[in-house]
């Protein structure tokens, strides 16, 4: 089956610094990499995607980009919020396997 | 955004018993539903697609008669346990893609 692995499990930067998290996957064929947001009891949202024809796909203060040769795609926050605190999870393409999460916590 | 609910958030049965899931689209309407399994400190495993007005797609290792999914129209989709074992015990969510993937918060079941 497919492997997705998330580094880190949690991330704790001050309002204002950027966040970056990681996946990884395993699946070569993959061709679709999206992040999802999920806040403290509310249900899991895709927030940003990309697909394997692109390198970087940008939307306001998040950018993801991708890395087809590592087998690897990040979520890029940039002058990060309180706001943004919550936990993000990357999912493989075919099989729906997400990653276990990074817990980001923004400081004010 | 679009809302996606499940209910019950929690339930305990005993063994042998059947027990229902229920995956309502709240403000949108959904064709296809995704029921998911997460096992402690696993990711979550995909089990089946909804699809309104035909029967589930299960992915390979799911026992159809014992899941059994309805998707009785554009924002419900039913999950039913049957003959719930101890085993059974997991997190189930239910997700449904509108412009963007959006899931259930989770239906904890415990079999006792």
């Known amino acids: 089956g497919e492997n997705v692995e998330q580094h880190p499990s949690t991330l704790s930067v001050q309002e204002g610094d950027s966040a970056v998290i990681k996946c990884t996957y395993s699946d070569s064929a993959s061709n679709y990499f999206p992040w999802y947001k999920q806040e403290l009891g509310k249900g899991r949202q895709l927030i940003i995607d990309i697909r394997s024809n692109v390198g970087e796909k940008k939307d306001q203060r998040i950018a993801v980009t991708l890395n087809k040769t590592a087998k690897h795609f990040s979520l890029h926050i940039t002058e990060t919020q309180p706001e943004d605190s919550a936990v993000y999870f990357c999912?493989?393409?075919?099989?729906?396997?997400f990653g276990d999460g990074t817990t980001l916590t923004v400081k004010p | 955004g679009a809302v996606v609910s499940q209910h019950p958030s929690r339930v305990i049965c005993k063994s042998g018993t059947s027990v229902k899931i229920e995956c309502r689209s709240l403000d949108f309407q959904a064709t296809t539903m995704f029921w998911y399994r997460q096992f402690p400190k696993k990711s979550l495993m995909l089990m089946a697609t909804s699809n309104e007005g035909s029967k589930a797609t299960y992915e390979q290792g799911v026992e159809k008669d014992k899941f059994l999914i309805n998707h009785a129209s554009l924002t419900l989709s039913t999950l039913t346990v049957t003959s719930a074992h101890p085993e059974d015990s997991s997190f189930y969510i239910c997700?449904?893609?509108?412009?963007?993937?959006?899931f259930g918060p989770g239906t904890r079941l415990t079999v006792l």
């Open positions: 997700s449904a893609p509108a412009a963007g993937q959006f």
């Open positions: 999912a493989g393409a075919r099989k729906s396997t």
